[in-house]
């Protein structure tokens, strides 16, 4: 008999904007994370007004906690693209309470799903910040995870990026240039950092 291990829910709430104190569920799976509370909090820290109006790409999407804080700030619409079926039906929840008019969702393998995506936001009027949250090299069968993330990353034309925003263990140093863009900036937390690329000037 098949047995059916129940998974445990954690939540997060949006903490700024239109959707302020909304629920977002998270699967407690191997897969996936849910980036810090204070890593959340820097990411908009910089990025601030910039965002209104603009497309936002979650690429490895979980729960979607990043590119549903991103709407409830302002963005114009959100992209989100997870291969795991728990954390994707998690993803669909969260978007009908939050905000499905300006949701789009892609289910299948990030690296594959990607250039969908891209083709799609290259012909927006609006530019795209894409943020890269990729699993953990350290799982079996992602050594070359890091690799093909920065594959994706040199694929991405300076007139459809305003930024690329990066989250990866902080034993991994990110290169200083990427096909079109320059690392503008990395902040550490703990285990994770952030680096952020820009096209260049």
Known sequence: MKHNKK??????????GLHKGKKIEIPDIRTTR???GILKESVFNTLQFDIIDKNFV???SGSGSIGLEALSRGAGKAYFMEYNKTAYRCLE?????????KSHLFYGDSFE???TVYE???KSPHKTY???DPPFSTRDGMDDVYDKTIALIESIEA?????VIVEHMTNLTMPQKIGVLEKSKHKKFGRSTLTYYKPKE
């Open 7 to 16: 998974i445990k829910i954690f939540t997060t709430t949006i903490t700024a």
């Open 58 to 60: 979650e690429v490895f």
């Open 120 to 122: 799609i936001v290259k």
């Open 34 to 36: 849910s980036s810090k």
């Open 113 to 115: 799903t990607f250039y």
């Open 130 to 132: 894409f943020y890269f």
């Open 93 to 101: 929840g969260n978007v009908k309470r939050i905000d499905s008019s």
């Open 159 to 163: 007139d459809v990026c305003e930024l």
